[in-house]
């Protein structure tokens, strides 16, 4: 079992920066990827970062350049650095932890509002 736990979220203004922290706690050991999702109202959720346990890193396209996932050594902690942020990255943000086996954890989710 993997508990996550986001935190960040707040209101930014439109070409501020914030970032997300998800705290992963339980057999952490066990993952081997972590990602970022992000949710607007009326939208389906939509996969904004991903980084596995071999270091591989791939972004949403509306999102490069200006988003930097991150993990520590430890694997108990990933990061979301937003850089740049616009009104449509305004959305709920969602930890999500793979593990070996395929199950997935997800943590409650934090929001961030851009305004402009």
């Known amino acids: 079992q993997v508990l996550l736990v986001e935190s960040g979220g707040g209101l930014v203004q439109a070409g501020g920066s914030l970032t997300l922290s998800c705290a992963a706690s339980g057999s952490t050991f066990s993952i081997n990827a972590m990602a970022w999702y992000r949710q607007a109202p009326g939208k389906e959720r939509e996969l904004v970062a991903i980084i596995t346990d071999g270091g591989s890193i791939n972004y949403a396209d509306s999102v490069k350049g200006r988003f930097t996932i991150s993990r520590d050594n430890g694997k108990n902690t990933v990061y979301l650095q937003m850089n740049s942020l616009k009104s449509e990255d305004t959305a709920v943000y969602y930890c999500?932890?793979?593990?070996?086996?395929?199950?997935?954890?997800w943590g409650r989710g934090t929001q961030v509002t851009v305004s402009s």
């Open positions: 999500n932890a793979r593990r070996f086996d395929y199950f997935e954890s």
